[in-house]
């Protein structure tokens, strides 16, 4: 089946404690990013990566750090997380297409808490 | 600053009924325009995407694109009670990074 698979899906941290956000998709996809959906404010692209070692910022980077070393996995990094980083977090991917970083497929989301 | 705006709703149609979905946005150089559904508490589906003037039909689902007027829309024909969500329009401009710029979305209740 066809997916793109977030790990955790719930976390409760405090301000400061490094995390990271898995994610891995299993159609071969080139392009994968990392969203947040916060009430009012829509979806918002973080960054973004058209291949491996190939990663770029999105709209809201600050505070955010990701990597591309395989092809089927985009982490999500939070060195030093601050309550404004309280958000649903969604990973998405696509294939080569007509519009390059059009998600096609979302993750199922990562709740995230910080405290 | 890149805009796509969308009423937040609820939009309450009667089962059987069309449903319209109106967005608009602010860049002139944008050139791709997709369609996303939210069931509550779920991540977004890609429905449709659009690049042409004009309609695209697929199903029961029409996208309608009028770039002089900057806007676009989804029409949903014969609404059912799974259709009840929130529609999500994204629009990315051309050149550059293609980031795409998402509406807050529309929420739709098809009532029985």
């Known amino acids: ?115 | 600053q890149k805009e796509v705006e969308q009423n937040s709703g609820p939009l309450s149609v009667p089962e059987g009924a069309i449903a319209s979905l109106n967005c608009t946005y602010s860049d002139r150089g944008s050139q791709s325009f997709f369609w996303y559904r939210q069931y509550s508490g779920k991540s977004p589906e890609l429905i449709m995407s659009i690049y042409s003037n004009g309609d695209k039909e697929d199903g029961r689902f029409t996208a309608q694109l009028n770039k002089a007027s900057q806007y676009v829309s989804l029409l949903i024909r014969d609404s059912q009670p799974s259709d009840s969500a929130t529609y999500l329009c994204a629009v990315v401009s051309s050149g550059g990074s293609y980031i795409p710029t998402f509406g807050r979305g529309t929420s739709l209740i098809v009532h029985p």
Request: with cysteine; proline share 7%.
């Open chain 1, 1 to 115: 089946e066809a997916q793109v698979t977030q790990n955790p899906r719930y976390l409760i941290t405090v301000t400061g404690k490094k995390l990271t956000v898995t994610c891995s998709q299993n159609m071969n996809h080139e392009y994968m990013s990392w969203y947040r959906q916060d009430p009012g404010l829509g979806l918002r692209q973080i960054y973004y990566s058209m291949n491996v070692e190939v990663t770029d910022k999105g709209d809201v980077p600050e505070g955010y750090k990701v990597s591309r070393k395989e092809k089927r996995n985009f982490p999500l990094i939070l060195e030093s997380p601050s309550p404004n980083q309280t958000s649903l977090y969604f990973c998405a991917s696509s294939s080569v297409g007509q519009v390059p970083n059009q998600p096609q497929h979302f993750g199922d989301g990562t709740r995230l808490s910080i405290l």
